[in-house]
DNA sequence: CTGAAAGCGCTAACAT
DNA sequence: ATGTTAGCGCTTTCAG
């Protein structure tokens, strides 16, 4: 079924049937527009899009990759991206890169490949090969970073949040609630958001004269498994620590498992600090204290940006950077240190 | 950049640049070749797949509509059928219609556009319009269901799980471990899985001669929130329980927390049973006992099935039943029932 | 092994 | 307001 039997069908032109199809602005007679859609409606007929997007050059189609689809952050970032894709009339071509530099190529390849407008990318934090990136390039298509930055795509403009000062805050309401004994537990090494937050903490712990112990910072992966072999690593060591910093909240449930299993009592012996805010941290046990980002919102101005790229809109290749807020949780005590 | 830019850079026709691209079997001399592919790696050239797919009648596209990214029993799906497909070269146009008749047509819609070989989904339970049903119909696509079923595409095959089954072995092993008034927390009423889950539950409750009281079951969604809520009305009715199954894990996770702030004890004064042993289960505090669906299998099978059914493979209409199994933890005590 | 040409379903001038 | 026509980038016969 294509718009030749449709045109047919009507008794009309193909040109005619377009317009319809299309809404086009230049009219076509109410009454012959009705008859149009009569029988579309009646054949069950639906337009090839892919077709025409080869001459309109666009897809209407985005693609957004994501490294790990079941860490509860990036579902809700989605949300947001998917929002405001769908109510521009974009679809998303989500795909999940299980932080895998391989499949994130591979994912990439397909959106050069399918023409995509416009691509939104939270990288693995690996290089790519040469030939892709010149490949993207040359391709023009616009790309739009969240959350994390990323070597490849140095120009890009992208969505973030300003990890230090997040880190920073939260380390000091470590401080403030009496730690003094503070271990890192980051996420990779690699990735940008690690580092930042890890700035954070270390300038937290200077200003507060509290010196600070390399031994205290472990890396790992953004996962719930490596945030609780980690914090496993520290119980089992000799080192003597009554608060944490978690780079992530998925590594702070981690952590409290550990912890538990250890018959640590949180927050009495250990505070606990998480970074995200993902829906869980409040139906935990201890429930979380933790420095909320604005997730849903760094997915929508995602692709709010990526829009404007794509429509050149001024000032579409600025970045921005979004701010976390405390979340009062149990996992720590305000102002313990004060007694 | 176009097939026809390489062609004429490499002095040969666009045919067999086109045969060099799709790797046709029907050779090209290995010389011309290793020119064209030098030409082609040189200028980072990428051929249009959505033109040619307009000539081949398959875009390698398959569609999965899920009712909710959030809730964490859904990516790990979606994780199964993503490996799935790509190793079968195929990517997944992945739409989240959050539980919303409305999206999940539009999504639908945007799939016979886009040409989809194959639709994966797990509808939200409610109808869809005759026209769009009608449409999908005449498109020829094929589609599978997952985990649910759909009034919509009552022919259509499908991964399932044996709900019944696995409700009425959960709910025993609340009677074992000592329940004898155990409410029953479920997802919506307008989907399969809570009405067989239902019967499960009434069917183990009936062999032990426990009678059955309405007032105990609740309906609501597949959340945390839901949980949380309903749990909160019961605890603050008359009604005196001492067991909770709950439709699925997030449905628990919301529970205990309602039951955390009531200050009851799980599993001493309350035992929780939880659905699905989604990746958080394990984590939380008292663990979940819970039905363990195989999640990532669901995916990756109903993928296979797809694609069988592309390929009008034999067997490729026949739905399959998964099993679930016990997975016992904290927040049930087995064998209570026996002191 | 390679080229030429027809056509996939649709859009967009340009006519009428 | 509608029809006609020339592509869009690619695949696939069919010749040579």
Known sequence: MTINDIARMAGVSKGTVSRVINNNPRGVSEETRQHILDIIERVGYVPNRMAGSITLARTKMLGLIIPDIQNMFFPQMVRGAEDCAMEHG????????DSNIQK?????QAFIEKRVD???INSCGERMEERLRRSIQKSNIPVVLLDRRS??????????VDNEEGAYTGTCHLIDS??????FLGGPEGVNTTAERFRGYRQALKESGISFRPEYVLYGSYSTLSGYERMKNILESELKIDGVFAGADIIAVGALRAL?????SVPEEISVLGFDNIAISADLSPSLTTMAQPIYEIGYRAVSKLLAQIHRDPGCDRSEWMHTTLVL???TQKGRGLK
Do not use: H, M, W
């Open 260 to 264: 538990r299993e250890r018959q640590v």
């Open 104 to 108: 994130e190529q591979q994912y990439l």
């Open 151 to 160: 070597k490849d795509f140095p120009g890009a403009p992208g969505i973030f």
């Open 90 to 97: 974009y679809t998303l071509f989500l795909c999940n890169s």
């Open 329 to 331: 949780r149990e996992s």
């Open 178 to 183: 009496g730690c003094t004994a503070i271990c």
């Open 118 to 120: 416009g691509i939104l």
